[in-house]
C-alpha cells in the first residue's frame, strides 16, 4: 500500500525517479533555507529552526533569502506563487510579522509558524488572514490547492509561471481530511532493516534509547505512520487536481511537476520513535520525482542529487545563465532531458529535546553536530564526525551494509579514513564552484546542527 498512488503515476510513471535524493540537513528550516538558495547550510548560516538559529531571521532576510531562486525567476518575468508553510519562524514579531513578504514572490499566500491543518494564520500579500476548523472552508492542504487553481486562471498566458506548494502534510500534528481518517487501519510501520535494532556502537543519542522498545511506543508510532498517511491523501488528491487543471489548459506539455520533501522521517529505527534530525538514510533521503518537456517516462536515475540542486534546476529551466548565480549545487536538467529546450518553460514544485510518546527518549541535543560526507562513485561509503566530547566518528559500507547497522570505523583502512576526513574538510568550507570539483557520482556533505528549543518540530 501507498497513499501517493496518484503522484506516482502522474509523475514518477509520467517522467523521472531519483533513487538517490537527498536533503543537506535533515531538518525543517535549515532544508528549506538549501532548497530556496542552493547553499549548503554552512553558507546560508541557518542552522535549526529558531530565531537564534537565522530561520527566516532578520540577517536571512537582509543577505541569503535576496538572490534565492524566486528572485531570479521574477528578474525573468516569472508569474510566481507560494503557498503554505514557509520557514519555521514565518510571521513572527521580529521577523516583520506577516506584513513582511519575501522578495520574488507576485502572490504570496503563507503559513505563519509551523504546519497546522486548522486554526492557523496566513499572510495573504502582508495581509493577516485568520481560519478556523470548518474543512470546507479553513482545511490547508486543500485551500492552497484551491488558491493555486485559481491563480492558474487569472494568471497572464503570454509570460511563464512558477508554483510553489507546500502542504503540511505529513508532518504533525497529522490531522487528516474527515474523509480519510478511517483509511489504512491495517497499516503499521515497517519491520525491516535496523527497526527496533540497539545503536550499540553509535553516537551517544543513539545508545541511550531503551531496546527493545517498550510496546507502548510501538503503539504509538503505528499510530503516527497511519496518520502520517492519511494526512498524504490530500496531497496526492491535489497533484491530482493539479495535473488535470494543467491538462485543461493545455499547459500540462508544457509544465516541469517536481514532487519532494525537505527531509525523511524516523519510525522506530534504532528504537528512535519518530522524528528526523540523524544522520542515517532513513533521515535524509528525500523522495523526487519530476515530469516534464524532454523527459522520458517510467526513468529511475540512480545518479545522486541534493536539495540544493533544485535552485539552479529551476533556474537551468527558465534559461538563466547560472554563472551568474552564487549556488552550492549544480543543475540536474540534463541528467533528466533528452532534448534541446527552446524558450522558457512552466515550473511547478510540489537543554535535551526528550520526547515522550508516550515513552521518554532523547532525540535530539545541544551537541547532536554533525557534517557526513557521502561517496556513491569507488564505494558506497558514509563517513560522519560528531562535535561533541567524544569527538564520535561513523562509518557505513552501504553496499554490504544498507540499513547502517554497523559502524566500521575500527576495520577500515586508516589511509580511507584520512581522504575522507580531508573530502569533508574542503566540502565544509566550499563556496559555489568548489563545492562542484567533485564528480557528480562522487562525494557530497550534508550536516545538522540540531536544538533550538525543547519543542516539537
Known amino acids: 500500500q501507498t497513499p501517493m498512488k496518484k503522484t ?29 538558495t542552493g547553499q549548503y547550510p554552512h553558507n546560508h548560516s541557518v542552522r535549526n529552526n529558531s530565531l537564534d538559529g537565522n530561520c527566516s531571521s532578520p540577517l536571512w532576510q537582509k543577505g541569503p533569502e535576496t538572490t534565492a531562486f524566486p528572485v531570479y525567476l521574477s528578474k525573468q518575468h516569472y508569474q510566481t506563487f507560494y503557498a503554505g508553510k514557509y520557514l519555521n519562524q514565518y510571521g513572527k514579531k521580529e521577523t516583520g510579522n506577516v506584513g513582511y513578504v519575501p522578495p520574488g514572490w507576485d502572490q504570496w499566500h503563507a503559513l505563519m509558524g509551523n504546519s497546522q491543518y486548522y486554526n492557523y494564520t496566513l499572510s495573504v500579500n502582508g495581509k493577516e488572514e485568520q481560519h478556523g476548523d470548518n474543512y470546507e472552508k479553513d482545511y490547508l492542504t486543500d485551500l ?6 485559481h491563480f492558474l486562471d487569472d494568471r ?14 505529513p508532518h504533525s500534528p497529522w ?15 515497517p519491520r525491516d532493516g535496523s527497526f527496533d535494532k540497539p545503536g550499540k556502537d553509535k553516537h551517544w543519542l543513539l545508545r541511550q534509547p531503551s531496546n527493545p522498545m517498550p510496546s507502548t511506543s510501538l503503539n504509538f508510532l503505528d499510530n503516527a505512520y497511519r496518520k502520517r498517511w492519511q494526512t498524504l491523501l490530500s496531497v496526492d488528491d491535489m497533484v491530482e487536481a493539479l495535473v488535470k487543471k494543467l491538462e485543461d489548459l493545455k499547459e500540462l506539455n508544457n509544465t516541469y511537476i517536481f514532487y519532494t520533501s525537505d527531509n525523511g522521517y524516523h519510525t522506530g529505527q534504532f528504537s528512535l520513535p519518530i522524528d528526523k534530525r540523524q544522520l542515517y538514510d532513513f533521515d535524509i533521503r528525500i523522495p523526487l520525482m519530476v515530469r516534464g518537456p524532454g523527459i522520458k517516462p517510467q526513468q529511475t536515475l540512480p545518479a545522486p542529487v541534493l536539495n540544493i540542486d533544485l535552485a539552479p534546476t529551476f533556474l537551468d529551466i527558465s534559461g538563466l545563465n547560472l554563472s551568474f548565480v552564487n549556488m552550492d549545487g549544480q543543475s540536474f536538467l540534463s541528467q533528466m532531458v533528452t532534448l534541446c529546450l527552446g524558450g522558457r518553460q512552466n ?20 551537541n547532536n553536530t554533525y557534517a557526513c560526507v ?16 567524544e569527538s564520535f566518528v561513523e562509518v557505513y559500507n552501504l553496499t554490504s551494509d544498507p540499513h547502517q547497522l554497523e559502524n566500521i570505523v ?18 565544509q568550507s566550499c563556496e559555489g564552484d568548489s563545492c562542484r570539483v567533485f564528480p557528480k557520482h562522487g562525494s557530497y556533505q550534508y550536516g545538522c546542527q540540531c536544538l533550538e528549543n525543547p519543542n516539537r518540530i
Open 8 to 36: 506516482k503515476a502522474l509523475i514518477g510513471d509520467a517522467g523521472a525517479t531519483f533513487s538517490n535524493a537527498f536533503t543537506a540537513t535533515p531538518l525543517c528550516c535549515p532544508s528549506r533555507s538549501s532548497i530556496l
Open 144 to 149: 492552497i490547492l484551491n488558491r493555486s487553481l
Open 156 to 169: 497572464s498566458p503570454q509570460r511563464p509561471f512558477f508554483i510553489m506548494l507546500s502542504p503540511p502534510a
Open 175 to 189: 490531522t487528516a481530511a474527515p474523509q480519510y481518517e478511517k483509511n489504512f487501519t491495517d497499516v503499521k510501520a
Open 347 to 366: 515550473v511547478s514544485c510540489s537543554s535535551l529535546l526528550q520526547q515522550c510518546f508516550p515513552d521518554c527518549v532523547c532525540e535530539d541535543a545541544y
Open 374 to 389: 557521502r561517496t556513491l562513485a569507488e564505494h558506497n561509503l558514509q563517513y560522519c564526525e560528531f562535535a561533541d566530547t
Open 410 to 427: 575500527k576495520k577500515v583502512d586508516p589511509t580511507l579514513l584520512q581522504a575522507m576526513n580531508q573530502r569533508l574538510i574542503k566540502l
